[in-house]
C-alpha cells in the first residue's frame, strides 16, 4: 500500500461535468505534486505545492484548478475537460528538495 | 536544462537471471539526485534507489543497485536475480532542486521490463 492516497481510482465523465481528484498524504511533507501520464508515456509535471503555496504551474489549462486545502490535501478540480484530458492521474509528496517523491496509485481519468 | 535518455524501449531477462537497465544524464548542475522508479501495469509509481551526485558509493537497496558512473554521465540500474514481479516500466529521472522546498523531476522515456519464467 502506498502512504499517498489518492481518490477516486477510476473516474468516467463527459465534458461538460465538474468533477475533483482527491490526494492525500500524512508523512509530513511540505510539497505535493499533479502529475499527468498518457499511456506509455513519462509522468508530466502539471502543478507544484510547496508550504500550500502554488509553487510551479506548467502552463495547464485552466480546465485544471488545483487546490491545497492544507498540508495533507490536495485537489484537483476539474471542468469541462476535453477528450485528450484522458489520462493517468498521479499525485506526489516529498519531505523537501532533496528526497524522493512518493506517488499514489493514480487516478484513471477517462473524458467521454 | 536537465536531460534523461534510456535508450532500451524494452528488454527481456530470464527469470533469476541480472538485468541492467541503461540511464545517462545531462546537466550543468555540479549537485544534482538521480532516481529509479518502477512502473508496473497498475499504474503506481514505486520509488526503487537514489543516488545523490556527491556520494561516493554506489547506492544499493536490496536487489537493486545504481551503477553510477559521473564522468560517463550514466547511472544504470542492476536488477539482480530478477523475478515475475519484476515485469513492469522502469523510469530514471533527475531531481533539480528548489529553494522553496521542492524539487522539479524530469523523467526519461522509461524502459519495460519483461521477465520470462
Known amino acids: 500500500d502506498t502512504e499517498v492516497t489518492q481518490t477516486p481510482k477510476h473516474l468516467v465523465m463527459g465534458m461538460t461535468n465538474k468533477k475533483s481528484l482527491k490526494c492525500e498524504q500524512h508523512?509530513?511533507?511540505?510539497?505535493m505534486y499533479w502529475y499527468k501520464q498518457k499511456a506509455k508515456k513519462p509522468p508530466e509535471l502539471m502543478f507544484v505545492y510547496s508550504y500550500e503555496k502554488l509553487s510551479i504551474n506548467e502552463s495547464v489549462p485552466s480546465r485544471f484548478s488545483p487546490e491545497c486545502p492544507n498540508s495533507s490535501l490536495l485537489n484537483l478540480h476539474l471542468h469541462a475537460l476535453q477528450p485528450e484530458d484522458s489520462a493517468l492521474y498521479l499525485c506526489a509528496s516529498s519531505f523537501g528538495s532533496n528526497q524522493p517523491q512518493h506517488f499514489g496509485d493514480g487516478t484513471r481519468l477517462s473524458i467521454l | 536544462a536537465q536531460k534523461i535518455t534510456q535508450t532500451q524501449p524494452g528488454m527481456f531477462v530470464q527469470e533469476k537471471e541480472a538485468v541492467t537497465l541503461d540511464c545517462t544524464y545531462d546537466?550543468?548542475?555540479?549537485?544534482?539526485?538521480l532516481f529509479w522508479y518502477k512502473q508496473p501495469s497498475s499504474g503506481e509509481m514505486i520509488f526503487l534507489i537514489y543516488q545523490g551526485s556527491y556520494d561516493e558509493q554506489n547506492a544499493t537497496e536490496g536487489r537493486y543497485s545504481l551503477n553510477f558512473q559521473k564522468a560517463r554521465k550514466s547511472a544504470n540500474l542492476v536488477i539482480s536475480a530478477s523475478q515475475l514481479g519484476d515485469s513492469a516500466m522502469y523510469f530514471c529521472?533527475?531531481?533539480?532542486?528548489?529553494?522553496?522546498?521542492?524539487?522539479?523531476?524530469?523523467f526519461g522515456i522509461g524502459t519495460k521490463l519483461q521477465v520470462i519464467p
Open positions: 546537466t550543468s548542475d555540479q549537485s544534482y539526485g
Open positions: 508523512m509530513g511533507h511540505r510539497a
Open positions: 529521472a533527475m531531481r533539480e532542486r528548489y529553494s522553496g522546498g521542492y524539487q522539479k523531476v524530469t
